[in-house]
Nanobody, 126 residues
Framework: QVQLVESGGGLVQNGGSLKLSCAVS????????VAWFRQAPGKEREFVAA????????NYSGTAKGRFTIARDNAQNMVFLHMNSLKPEDTAVYSC???????????????????WGQGIQVTVSS
């Protein structure tokens, strides 16, 4: 069992920055993956970024690459999503998720992740 709790969401202006945090507890392995997904109203859940818990592997969506950075603090069991140059289209509920295995081919598929946080709202005003 893994529990994930997001924090740090809120309202930010167009072009601003925001840092999301995901507190991870429970059984997690060096080969596990922790990812951020987002879902805007009326849209499907979308992959944002992922990392391998025990290694220097990170993955980004095309919209996130260059603007967002995923990072971890293993000592505190935290995963962060640093978001810069935010745009109104980044508005969504952001969720972190955990998979027991970082799949280098299918890390972007929500179905690969068994555990999810409750999600947190990020709103970017225009």
């Amino acid at each position: 069992q893994v529990q994930l709790v997001e924090s740090g969401g809120g309202l930010v202006q167009n072009g601003g920055s925001l840092k999301l945090s995901c507190a991870v507890s429970g059984r997690i392995f060096t080969h596990s993956a922790v990812a951020w997904f987002r879902q805007a109203p009326g849209k499907e859940r979308e992959f944002v970024a992922a990392l391998k818990w025990g290694g220097e592997v990170t993955n980004y969506s095309g919209t996130a690459k260059g603007r967002f950075t995923i990072a971890r603090d293993n000592a505190q069991n935290m995963v962060f999503l640093h978001m810069n140059s935010l745009k109104p289209e980044d508005t969504a509920v952001y969720s972190c998720a955990e998979s027991d295995w970082h799949d280098k081919y299918f890390y972007a598929q929500p179905g690969k992740y068994a555990y999810w946080g409750q999600g947190i709202q990020v709103t970017v005003s225009s």
